[in-house]
């Protein structure tokens, strides 16, 4: 069984342990990861100091579930939809390194009229970590469920933003999100972070990736989510964040498996879609 805990902001977290000691923690607000330690003690995802947990405030760090839209690609007011501001229930708790938390929808939500089920699995393992989001249209619905969505990784960097990189992306095409999402192709083999903020939707991205830092190597493997999006803040857009520290974007980035710029994910009744990411520690 998972332990059930009360966490900040009094806030209900489960908490998640593999056979080796690896631990993990998913808040049912956002059904949102906010923690994914090795035995030692060591947390590989990134978590703002500043980060408020106060609901439906979104958590600064973790991974943000973007879902029924990621970014502005859809018809939600809010930025990334409002799945990481709303309030899941534990539907899975029965082994002590797996969680299943469940949103569901009537369809009366004014900017997404549709019946929806939204479920989220993070399993950990030993040097793993799986998280797959599921949404489920109902039978007898009306209509498509139409989303686009992301897993919106924040990974902790111990050696820095000069020391790291998202590797595996030569060649991708990518909207630019810093030139109204023109298209570029990307030229190298490691984005880097030093040079000023990062925000790209790369379309069609390879589904291994990985996250360079220092010495370190994070391995990230997708499916069903055909795009990847790296951002790091820089200096400006940091200080613009109150619930970010001005320095912190040193110390993370986000490797965001996406369906986005590939365009809307589109779920008949009584269908299902879901996507997944392996995090994997080299
Ligand atoms: O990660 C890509 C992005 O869309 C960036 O443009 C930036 O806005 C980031 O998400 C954070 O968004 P948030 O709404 O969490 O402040």
């Known amino acids: ?32 990861l906010t923690s994914w330690k090795t035995p030692s003690g060591e ?7 500043q980060a408020v947990f106060s609901p439906p405030t979104a958590i600064r760090g973790g991974v943000p579930l973007c879902w029924p839209q990621f970014s502005d690609m859809g018809p939600c007011s ?14 899975d708790a029965a082994a002590p390194d797996a ?16 019946p929806f089920i939204l479920r989220c699995r993070v399993t950990v393992g030993d040097g793993w970590l799986d998280q797959e989001l599921t949404a489920i249209n109902p039978e007898g619905a009306s209509a498509p469920l139409r989303f686009t969505a992301a897993l919106h990784t924040y990974f902790r960097l111990t050696h820095g933003v000069a020391g790291a990189a998202v590797r595996g992306l030569a060649g991708c095409a990518y909207l630019d999100n ?15 972070f030093e040079v000023g903020e990062v925000d790209r939707i790369y379309c069609g991205a390879p589904d291994e990736l990985a996250v360079v830092d220092g010495p370190r190597l994070l391995r990230i493997s997708k499916s069903e989510f055909p795009d990847a999006v790296v ?3 820089y200096i400006e ?4 964040m109150k619930d970010f520290g001005d320095d912190e ?15 809307a994910v589109e779920v008949a009744p009584g269908a299902h879609w879901a996507g997944r990411q392996r995090l994997t520690l080299e």
């Open 237 to 240: 857009k940091a200080a613009k």
């Open 1 to 32: 069984m998972a332990q059930i805990s009360t966490g900040n902001g009094g806030l209900v977290v489960v908490n998640l342990r593999s056979p080796g000691g690896f631990t993990a923690q998913v808040y049912t607000h956002g059904a949102h």
């Open 249 to 263: 974007w040193r110390d993370m980035v986000c490797v965001e498996v996406a369906a986005a710029g590939s365009g």
């Open 99 to 114: 969680v299943t938390m469940e949103l569901a929808g009537t369809g009366t939500a004014p900017d997404f009229p549709h």
């Open 178 to 192: 810093l030139q109204a999402r023109r298209e570029c192709t990307e030229g190298n083999e490691d984005v880097g």
């Open 43 to 49: 947390e590989q995802l990134f978590l703002s100091s």
């Open 78 to 91: 809010a930025q990334h939809g409002f799945a990481r501001n709303s309030e899941f229930r534990v539907v």
């Open 231 to 233: 951002w790091n803040p």
